[in-house]
């Protein structure tokens, strides 16, 4: 299946049973019905999808799942994080026989060092496949910080990693990317809440949170920014920035799976060592969503 990095490609979330294993039945029926609302491509097995808790056989097991409910209708692109660089190829090279079509390749989850050590990782995960492959940089997270420099140079010793997910929430960070790089390699924003002002200074696409539970407005929102449409941009993200503001800290996971059980597409569970909210943090979150939800524009409300 072929990947196009432009347009709304959700990183989706894991979903439980009560048991704490994973539902599939329910994660291929909510890849699908993004995918309905205009969503490009799906990003399993992220921070969001709680990657760091799963097994590689768990992981594998979804991204199966995902291939053959979306074959022949969207890329699944999984990422690619492990402790160490061993694993990290190991686990791509399974990937891409349970069906993987791309790749999203981060740093390894714990060690963050020089370049030269961080770059020998990406590469050899670079290295063992051809599909197409998205760097993450996101160094509040991860502590490894990929300069838009290294971003080029790997673009330019590896063809097929043609985009890059950036979340150093630095606006700047697209147009020096932009001034080193050809239209043919495509910037992807991960950060929710600054999805309006990166598209304006050239990104391409959006690995999104939110959008678990609300992806119709999420496709709106990405269409009418790319059109330059900013009037009708400002007012849908006027109303959605809230609830895109529940992607940011420690417990995003949990907010995000509130939201889609609030708006009815999913449960609240999570794997332990996370807990799901509970007290002030429970009613605060809460309030948020059903405030948002209360307030949903009335043209995107069908779902």
């Not at 697209?174 to 495509?186: H, P």
């Not at 609300?214 to 849908?236: I, Y």
């Not at 609030?262 to 569970?269: E, V």
């Not at 799901?276 to 409300?301: F, K, M, N, Y």
Request: net charge negative.
């Amino acid at each position: 299946m072929k990947v196009d990095w432009r347009g709304v490609i959700p990183a989706i979330t894991t979903p439980f049973n009560q048991d704490s294993s994973i539902d599939h039945e329910f994660f291929a029926r909510h890849a699908r019905w993004m995918v309905e609302a205009g969503c490009v491509g799906i990003v399993p097995f992220g921070s969001l999808g709680e990657a760091a808790t799963l097994t590689a056989a768990e992981k594998l097991d979804g991204i199966a799942t995902l291939a053959r409910e979306l074959d022949g209708v969207a890329p699944v692109i999984p990422a690619v994080s492990a402790l160490s660089t061993q694993e990290a190829v190991e686990f791509t090279l399974a990937a891409e026989a349970a069906g993987a079509s791309g790749f999203m390749v981060l740093p390894p989850y714990v060690y963050s060092s020089d370049w030269r050590e961080m770059k020998a990782h990406v590469a050899a995960i670079l290295n063992a496949t051809s599909l197409p492959c998205m760097l993450y940089n996101n160094p509040l997270a991860y502590k490894t910080d990929f300069s838009p420099e290294q971003i080029a140079e790997l673009r330019d010793e590896f063809t097929h990693m043609n985009a890059v997910k950036e979340s150093s929430a630095d606006i700047r960070r697209i147009a020096a990317l932009r001034s080193l790089v050809g239209d043919d390699f495509t910037i992807l924003v991960g950060v929710d809440d600054l999805i309006v002002e990166a598209l304006e200074m050239g990104a391409g696409g959006w690995i999104a949170g939110l959008v678990n539970a609300f992806p119709h407005e999420s496709v709106r929102l990405f269409e009418l920014a790319s059109d330059g449409k900013k009037a009708e941009a400002f007012e849908l993200y006027r109303w959605f920035l809230p609830l895109l503001r529940l992607d940011i800290g420690t417990k995003f996971v949990q907010k995000i799976k509130l939201a889609q059980e609030r708006a009815g597409h999913g449960n609240a569970r999570v794997r332990a060592p996370r807990l799901q909210l509970t007290g002030q943090e429970l009613a605060e979150t809460s309030a948020v969503i059903d405030d948002g939800i209360a307030a949903r524009p009335r043209l995107l409300a069908k779902a």
